[in-house]
């Protein structure tokens, strides 16, 4: 089988202004979650707001991914997307009005976040229609490695930009950046139809296609194996601060601590993305099985080289979910496209958000390293029961919705 390489996605015409305008929109989200952060902290002096900054945006994935999904699909994707970045832009522009309160502060940074897995659906739906055939994959991954760069660049820049410029003014210049983002896909992409929509409420467009996501036994398992790994594996994350501070590396180790799975994340992504789509497919299963393994080695307590080799390897093996997008979007009927993204990426915020608030409650309790293994021999037998999950629905004859879907 032949390998589609990442040329081939930047050779299509649509698809280069649409990774520009996620470039420009996810580095300005970073950088406005860093000026945002600063804002209430100088604003109230309490780390418990600060830090609810950044918790606001976890929740509303869930919103956006269940009773507001169908808005993906009932409307043409274009206007979805440029829609999504001027209201962003509008919420945005106005955290940048000094003199509000920081209930008001929190308040746009939720509405902000709920019209982000809207956005991410309609986007991720409308790939393989501008991106058509195996090179669709590669363009779904090329997303993601900009999503996890932008952790590594974003944060960095926004604390750089904040020596120099006010955090409003910050945050005025994320809201222009959404709108040159809209401009761009606007002017970038040609407009399509809408996938679905019954031309019934919002509402009942959203529960029916949340009854058809999980009511397929194949998109089921899929969506499981997406989420069930990065609750456990985002223990390390989660406590690293106390984790650097314990083996007295302080904000240099916290720093590598940090950026070591974002950055395996990225070389995983892109080395997968030259390998054939049936070597992709094989690695699938191994990999996802595999992920949480190295995160054993924190029962040995490392100092930061082992740690964040350790936090490297299982970056790396999130190479997997390049074979499984394969999968996944073989196995979502089109009409249902945009909705699945919407619950696929609403589950996956909200599962990682469970699992920082859990692995962080056992901490209290439990040293941070042990919390770290624990999570990972849990991680372990969970993805094992999700794969094997996974391996039967790839044969279950009663869901029709997986017609030329790839076998495991």
């Given at each position: 089988m032949a390998v589609t390489r990442y040329g081939a996605v930047f050779a299509v015409r649509e698809y280069r202004p649409m990774f520009v305008a996620h470039v420009i929109s996810m580095l300005g989200t970073m950088v406005a979650e860093v000026a945002l952060s600063v804002l209430v902290y100088r604003s109230t002096g309490s780390p418990f707001l600060t830090a609810a900054t950044f918790a606001v945006g976890f929740v509303p994935y869930a919103l956006g991914g269940t009773l507001l999904a169908s808005i993906a699909d009932r409307y043409p994707t274009r206007t979805v997307l440029v829609w999504c970045n001027l209201v962003s832009a509008a919420l945005i522009a106005t955290m940048a009005v000094p003199g509000l309160p920081v209930v008001a502060l929190l308040g746009l940074r939720f509405a902000s976040a709920t019209v982000a897995p809207i956005f991410g659906a309609a986007r991720a739906a409308s790939i393989p229609e501008i991106v058509p055939g195996p090179a669709a994959v590669l363009a779904r991954s090329l997303i993601r490695v900009v999503t996890q760069s932008a952790q590594l660049v974003g944060f960095a820049v926004g604390g750089l930009l904040l020596v120099v410029v006010s955090p409003r003014f910050a945050l005025a210049g994320e809201a222009a950046g959404f709108v040159l983002s809209a401009l761009l896909l606007r002017l970038g992409t040609r407009w399509r139809p809408a996938r679905g929509g019954t031309g019934g409420s919002m509402l009942g467009d959203s529960v029916r296609g949340l009854r058809a996501v999980f009511g397929a036994p194949r998109i089921r398992a899929l969506l499981a194996l997406w989420w069930v790994p990065p609750v456990f594996a985002v223990a390390p994350e989660a406590l690293a601060a106390p984790y650097a501070h314990g083996i007295g590396r302080g904000s240099v180790g916290l720093g590598l601590l940090m950026t070591a799975v974002p950055a395996g994340a990225v070389c995983g992504e892109l080395g997968a993305g030259l390998l054939s789509a049936r070597l992709r497919s094989r690695l699938v299963l191994p990999l996802a099985t595999g992920s949480l393994l190295p995160l054993t080695v924190f029962v040995v307590h490392p100092g930061l080289l082992v740690a964040v080799l350790a936090l490297f390897a299982a970056g790396l093996c999130s190479a997997y979910l390049v074979g499984l997008d394969q999968w996944f979007l073989a196995a979502v009927?089109?009409?249902?496209?945009?909705?699945?993204?919407?619950?696929?990426?609403?589950?996956?915020?909200?599962?990682?958000?469970?699992?920082?608030?859990?692995?962080?409650?056992?901490?209290?309790?439990?040293?941070?390293?042990?919390?770290?293994?624990?999570?990972?021999?849990?991680?372990?037998?969970?993805?094992?029961?999700?794969?094997?999950?996974?391996?039967r629905s790839a044969t279950a004859p009663a869901d029709r919705t997986l017609a030329g879907a790839p076998t495991c």
């Open positions: 009927p089109e009409p249902l496209a945009g909705q699945a993204m919407a619950v696929n990426s609403g589950g996956l915020m909200l599962g990682q958000a469970i699992g920082m608030a859990a692995a962080g409650a056992a901490a209290e309790y439990v040293a941070p390293h042990r919390v770290v293994v624990i999570a990972a021999l849990l991680g372990l037998g969970a993805t094992a029961a999700t794969v094997h999950r996974v391996r």
